[in-house]
């Protein structure tokens, strides 16, 4: 993973991305993947793996193998869509959402489909030399994010998997990515009004015992830039933006550990971080990330992105 990366700034992605498609983005819950390139995808062949998916999703529940999706009718109605404005280099590929729609099992026949399912696969700021060395056939979308039944998202990635030979495996967010974000959302309060910085840890006793850490977010800010001003003098970029070190966020975190350790005598760096929220989103090592704001969405997701391409097998 990256050491040095730039620090976030609001971005009105209302200008690119329509709002529509946002709004299915953010304040939502979304289960993380990662997925190894798609064989012979085709952004222009979406209504076509739409009906595909569709009769398969149909054909898998009449058999009795989407157990998982009850409740439901056996007709779906499955929908790709592009998601114009989230690529932010030429190398990365469009985000494609998938829909799934169905009605609920005693639905009266006036109500209209309930989407009960999404998943969206992304590919943003995506390593330029890995997506150049692959074959022209092969299409990199390693981020995927779900949301709703297991059993749908079972029969979705299993008709990508027979579709495009590709894998999908858990994309956990270790200790390093919620480090990340602590501090990237800290230093998002300059700008945006993050309300607090939460942190939950698991720590190794018997029974385990988890530890709720909520900080004031100008008291974060306070210390995040008392750390950054300790650091020798920072490196910029080639538009002279501002570069955050991991070695900053070490040292921000030992020092909201040290604080948490000379008020209540608990040694947070013997335990686990669990989650990380503000009111920016949340993020927890299971693999679960919510975003609240569409404007630090491209910053969170370009972290993701490199993660995903990181837990891919070579």
Not at 97 to 120: C, H, N, Y
Request: aromatic share 10%; charged share 20%; glycine share 4%.
């Amino acid at each position: 993973m990256n050491i040095c990366r730039k620090a976030p700034r609001s971005q009105n992605i209302t200008e690119k991305v329509k709002p529509e498609h946002l709004a299915l983005l953010v304040k939502t819950e979304w289960q993380l993947s990662y997925v190894t390139p798609l064989y012979q995808f085709r952004h222009t062949q979406l209504k076509t793996y739409a009906r595909q998916l569709s009769a398969f999703i149909a054909a898998e529940k009449q058999q009795g193998l989407a157990v998982e999706v009850g409740g439901l009718q056996n007709t779906f109605k499955v929908s790709f869509s592009v998601l114009q404005g989230l690529a932010e280099t030429n190398d990365d590929p469009e985000t494609v959402l998938i829909q799934v729609q169905s009605k609920p099992m005693f639905a009266r026949q006036e109500d209209p489909p309930k989407t009960v399912w999404s998943g969206w696969l992304s590919c943003i700021n995506g390593n330029p030399e890995y997506l150049q060395s692959l074959p022209k056939d092969f299409t990199c979308l390693p981020l995927f994010c779900s949301k709703g039944a297991e059993g749908l998202s079972s029969l979705v990635k299993s008709w990508l998997q027979r579709t495009f030979d590709c894998c999908f495996g858990p994309l956990d967010i270790n200790q390093t990515t919620l480090q990340w974000l602590a501090a990237l959302w800290t230093n998002c309060h300059m700008e945006t009004n993050i309300q607090k910085l939460k942190m939950i840890w698991t720590l190794p006793v018997v029974p385990p015992l988890q530890v709720t850490y909520t900080v004031d977010s100008d008291d974060a800010l306070e210390l995040w830039r008392s750390t950054r001003e300790s650091s020798a003098e920072k490196s910029r970029g080639a538009e002279d933006e501002v570069c955050i070190d991991f070695s900053e966020v070490t040292r921000f975190m030992q020092g909201l550990m040290s604080h948490f350790y000379r008020h209540f005598r608990v040694d947070l760096s013997a335990g686990e971080l669990n989650q990380v929220s503000s009111a920016l989103g949340s993020a927890k090592l299971n693999g679960k990330i919510k975003i609240s704001s569409s404007r630090y969405l491209i910053s969170i997701f370009s972290l993701l992105t490199e993660c995903a391409l990181l837990k891919m097998p070579i």
